[in-house]
């Protein structure tokens, strides 16, 4: 079967630096997506990785590695608007994004 | 402002009655599709549609059906609302299937 695993909740201080993993086991690989989710609203893109290595956008960085099944999320000088779900979601075989249960991330002051 | 408009924003409908989500977008992608999110899991795909005049069953099709009669509306019906089906119901559109995808604000569904 097809499978997405991320930590459930994590929680970080304001300003600090957090990662967020995502292991994934599909059928096929398209490419990985990130997304942020702030309670009661839609996800929106964040990032995109098809090849290995690091893809950084301002605060917030993604990595993969297909060999290892694997990608996190790196968010830096965390603020409290960074407090939100996180979803990794890979694009299998079918073009059709297999998406995982999300990382609820919680920023203390 | 270009997006994705789904309607209504949330309802209660009672078990065995009929229900259209709506959705339309003004971005003119290509791939429209219908996600559901439930507590604990992630959003998994009921129906989608890589273009006007095809759709295709996703992870979680059954009790649900769908039409894209122009590039523009994808209305998702429920044709006898069960329990199980009281969900958040998100709407996305993508310019092809191998771009990311632009969510609406999500339908707010419970059947009793």
């Known amino acids: 079967g097809q499978n997405i695993d991320q930590p459930t909740e994590m929680t970080a201080t304001e300003g600090a630096i957090v990662q967020i993993n995502c292991t994934y086991q599909t059928s096929g690989f398209n490419g990985l997506f990130w997304y942020q989710q702030h309670a009661g609203e839609a996800p929106t893109f964040l990032s995109y990785n098809v090849l290995d290595g690091l893809e950084e956008k301002g605060r917030f960085s993604s990595f993969l590695s297909r060999s290892k099944g694997y990608s996190y999320l790196l968010l830096k000088e965390l603020q409290m608007k960074d407090s939100a779900s996180y979803l990794c979601?890979?694009?299998?075989?079918?073009?059709?994004?297999?998406w995982g249960a999300g990382t609820k991330l919680i920023i203390k002051p | 402002i270009a997006g994705i408009t789904q309607a209504p924003t949330s309802q209660i409908l009672a078990a065995g009655r009929r229900m259209t989500l709506r959705c339309t977008q003004d971005?003119?992608?290509?791939?429209m599709y219908w996600y559901r999110q439930d507590l604990g899991l992630g959003l998994r795909l009921i129906h989608y549609?890589?273009?006007?005049?095809?759709?295709g069953k996703g992870e979680v099709p059954d009790g649900y059906s769908v039409s894209r009669a122009n590039t523009d509306d994808f209305p998702l019906t429920l044709a006898s609302a069960v329990p199980s089906q009281t969900s958040v119901y998100f709407c996305?559109?993508?310019?092809?299937?191998?771009?990311?995808?632009?969510f609406g604000d999500g339908t707010r569904l419970s059947i009793l």
């Open positions: 971005m003119r992608h290509n791939a």
């Open positions: 549609s890589n273009t006007a005049g095809t759709t």
């Open positions: 979601a890979v694009r299998d075989s079918n073009y059709q994004l297999i």
């Open positions: 996305a559109s993508s310019d092809r299937a191998n771009q990311p995808q632009h």
